[in-house]
């Protein structure tokens, strides 16, 4: 064991109100899991954080602790927090590792899950363990949704999520690989072969455009495509981020380790602007990641961008307003979009009755209940792209509820 962790453990100064706990989206017990493991009890300590949140192994290592448990202890006050995280993702590690998956008595009832990222997994843990048998249907051939093919390895090593598929398995879920429901299964035969409620957790995966001339282009790609495979892409020696978010950063970072290229990240706004938190920009410079601010892409050409200087619009217009008789060019090998992406359209467009707001999203109400009967959905597909803990927070209030429709008959 790491004397680090130990150590961390120690300086948790078990407050009897835990700002740890109000800092975090899911209420982690931080001080009880760290009692049991000071206590030499850990599978407890595994426990209480897996049952809190079975995503635990993940958010230990992709939530913005910062602004969450971390920000909040009090210890960060005056000298630093107590690495929180470190911690939980020992003791979860080591919780998956040691603890079979047993299936709980069964209580007769099926459960369809669309989608295995966040909200998907989550919602399967949670009814298998009310003895629920669940069935989730992936569209790839391997479950995590966008923790496998949207968040890079050097954050999130993918053998944990095989791990979390093993429990699953363990627990009685049984995964259909390969199954994209709408084309040619839909909701009405899930319907018709027993299944009692049907929960959609597809996530976010149609890109979104820059609506430019040149986007067609060859050496032009999407930032959601990019990250699913990094390997099959031949990027060249110049390559050029438009992007401002978390995700732009993890496909700055992942070219530059797959390529070993020149990455620029061009933002249409001032430097204080970025939607990507702090700690993602700073690795990201940390990494030789460059910036090229205020600058809105016009066109895509075969040699690179043609860009515009921005300013500051005014209260009445566009919140960057483009200026005219700056252009230039960025020479570049090749061009990634990463403005943010929207659903999927093929459940909802074979379906009947379930409702969508104007971006696309599934429209729901605060438990997850959309607008046809016996139909659930949360995650990225109601809120749009979110991180991994809030799609646990919501989806356990919505498992709640399928629970309470299927066993109340309600």
Request: hydrophobic residues 40%; glycine residues 10%; aromatic residues 6%.
């Amino acid at each position: 064991m790491s004397s680090h962790i130990v150590d961390e453990a120690k300086r948790c100064l078990q407050c009897k109100a835990p700002k740890c706990k109000e800092g975090c989206p899911v209420q982690t017990p931080v001080n009880a899991f760290i009692k049991a493991f000071l206590e030499e009890d850990i599978l407890t300590a595994g426990a209480m954080l897996f049952e809190n949140n079975p995503l635990s192994v993940v958010c230990s290592l992709v939530c913005p602790q910062e602004s969450q448990c971390e920000g909040h202890c009090v210890l960060g006050k005056k000298a630093g927090p107590v690495h929180i995280s470190d911690i939980e993702h020992y003791i979860s590690s080591y919780y998956l590792s040691h603890i079979e998956g047993r299936p709980s008595v069964g209580n007769g009832h099926k459960i369809a899950i669309i989608g295995s990222g966040p909200a998907g997994i989550t919602v399967a843990f949670l009814l298998a363990q009310k003895g629920f048998e669940v069935t989730i249907y992936e569209a790839h051939d391997l479950i995590g949704g966008v923790m496998r093919y949207g968040i890079p390895g050097f954050r999130l090593p993918k053998e944990l999520l095989e791990k979390l598929k093993e429990k699953l398995l363990g627990m009685g879920v049984k995964i259909r690989p390969n199954t994209l429901i709408g084309p040619t299964l839909t909701l009405d035969d899930l319907f018709r072969d027993g299944f009692k409620a049907v929960f959609i957790g597809t996530g976010v995966w149609k890109p979104r455009k820059l609506n430019v001339k040149g986007e067609s282009l060859g050496h032009v790609h999407y930032a959601i495509d990019y990250l699913k495979n990094p390997e099959v892409y031949t990027l060249g020696q110049r390559v050029v981020v438009i992007g401002a978010g978390n995700t732009a950063m993890d496909v700055a970072r992942t070219a530059l380790r797959k390529s070993r290229c020149q990455v620029t990240v061009v933002h249409i706004g001032d430097p204080g602007t970025m939607s990507a938190l702090p700690e993602e920009l700073e690795m990201a410079r940390m990494d030789g990641v460059k910036f090229l601010f205020n600058r809105s892409t016009v066109e895509i050409l075969d040699q690179g961008i043609k860009v515009r200087r921005t300013e500051r619009g005014g209260a009445e217009g566009p919140k960057w307003a483009v200026l005219e008789g700056t252009e230039e060019v960025m020479e570049a090998d090749s061009v990634i979009i990463a403005i943010s992406q929207g659903p999927r359209d093929h459940i909802v467009a074979s379906a009947k009755g379930i409702e969508r707001n104007p971006q696309g999203l599934c429209s729901t109400d605060e438990s997850g209940r959309t607008s046809r009967e016996g139909v659930f959905a949360s995650g990225d597909v109601v809120h749009g792209a979110r991180t991994v803990v809030e799609a646990v927070k919501v989806s356990k209030r919505v498992a709640l509820a399928i629970e309470e429709y299927v066993l109340g008959g309600r």
